[in-house]
């Protein structure tokens, strides 16, 4: 049965871009008379608002967009993450790092977002004694990375790798992972919060999600998910990365630039039609995955 999903971190209002995202979940499984999820990406205390999942809901519901079982939270959830981080740590393939934003930047040398940026593994080279001493002065201020060179010689023996679909009018594509394209990603912030890249694999596996649908912003992300799934013993589910929604001058939608909110369409007068015709220019997704799982 292929299960899909669409998971909105509720911290801004949703727009053209997410009604895409959820829109070609939502067909898809329906195409395939499987199952359309919803997860509530949470883990971001100061950011997300109950507010914003609301409009989220209510946004997907003037859409027409109807999901199988009520949403899941994220912050609901830590235990899970807490449990695949200790198989993580067993695994040795975690650190701690005491990195400040600054530091990373220093350390690079380089004028941009750190956030874009790949880490330099600077406490990748800490002894576990420094380690220790380090954390026990610092309480739990310090995040946890995965150690993607170590991780990578561990499963080095295993077909890592994973399909996309949506290759337009091509056949399903088998992707070598490359887990190094992210570098060391933090899998713990600090205070002991999951990071987006173990909490989307551990749910995406507990929810039985056999596709994940997403913006193809996130394409990255995927090479560094499937080595999570290696490393935890989870599946690996299909893939599926669709074009993005662009703004008039080609950039990618932000939620703080409400122009293209669902509210604000709503509020002038679109209909969900209208939404479903502004997305990028019409691939019918539904019929092209339905070829695209026949001939896979
Ligand atoms: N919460 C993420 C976002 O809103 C979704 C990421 C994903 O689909 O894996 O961008």
Same mark, same amino acid.
């Given at each position: ?8 971190? @509720? ?7 997410? *009604?895409?995202?959820?829109i070609? =979940?939502?067909?898809? *499984? ?15 205390? &100061? ?17 027409g ?5 009520? @949403?899941?939270?994220? +912050? ?9 981080l +200790?198989?993580? #740590?067993?695994?040795g ?6 990195? +400040?934003?600054?530091?990373? %930047? ?6 941009? #977002? @750190? ?19 380090? /954390? ?26 994973? &399909?996309?679909?949506?290759?337009? #009018? ?6 070598? $992972? ?16 999951a ?10 596996? =507990? ?7 997403r ?13 999570l799934? /290696?490393?935890?013993?989870? $599946?690996?589910?299909?893939? $599926?990365?669709? /074009? ?27 209909t ?19 070829? %695209?799982? &026949?001939?896979?």
């Open positions: 049965m292929l299960v899909t999903r669409f998971a909105p971190s @509720p911290t801004g209002s949703l727009h053209l871009g997410h *009604a895409f995202a959820a070609v =979940a939502h067909d898809f *499984a329906r195409a395939a008379g499987g199952r359309f999820l919803l997860r509530i990406e949470d883990l971001d205390r &100061t950011r997300s608002r109950p507010e914003f999942e609301a409009s989220a809901l209510a946004d997907l519901k003037w859409l967009l109807s999901w199988d079982s009520a @949403p899941i939270h994220q +912050s609901a959830r830590t235990l899970l993450y807490a449990e695949a +200790s198989k993580l #740590e067993s695994l393939v975690l650190y701690r790092c005491f990195c +400040s934003r600054k530091d990373i %930047a220093a350390a690079i040398d380089a004028p941009h #977002e @750190p956030a874009e940026t790949i880490y330099p593994g600077t406490c990748r080279h800490l002894s576990a004694g420094d380690q220790e001493r380090r /954390a026990s002065a610092t309480g739990i201020d310090y995040a946890i990375r995965l150690n993607t060179t170590r991780a990578a010689e561990l499963t080095s023996s295993i077909d890592i790798a994973f &399909t996309e679909c949506l290759a337009l #009018e091509k056949p399903p594509r088998r992707i070598p $992972a490359q887990p190094n394209m992210l570098g060391d990603v933090v899998l713990s912030r600090k205070g002991n919060v990071a987006y890249h173990l909490a989307v694999v551990v749910d995406d596996a =507990a929810q039985g999600v056999s596709l994940v649908s913006g193809e912003d996130l394409l990255h992300a995927t090479h560094i998910h499937v080595l799934q /290696a490393l935890l013993g989870l $599946a690996t589910p299909l893939y $599926a990365h669709h /074009a993005l929604v662009r703004d008039e001058y080609g950039a990618r939608l932000a939620k703080r630039d409400n122009a293209h909110a669902l509210s604000q369409l709503r509020s002038a007068g679109w969900p039609e209208d939404v479903r015709h502004a997305l990028p220019s019409s691939p019918n997704y539904a019929r092209l995955l339905r070829a %695209a799982l &026949t001939n896979y």
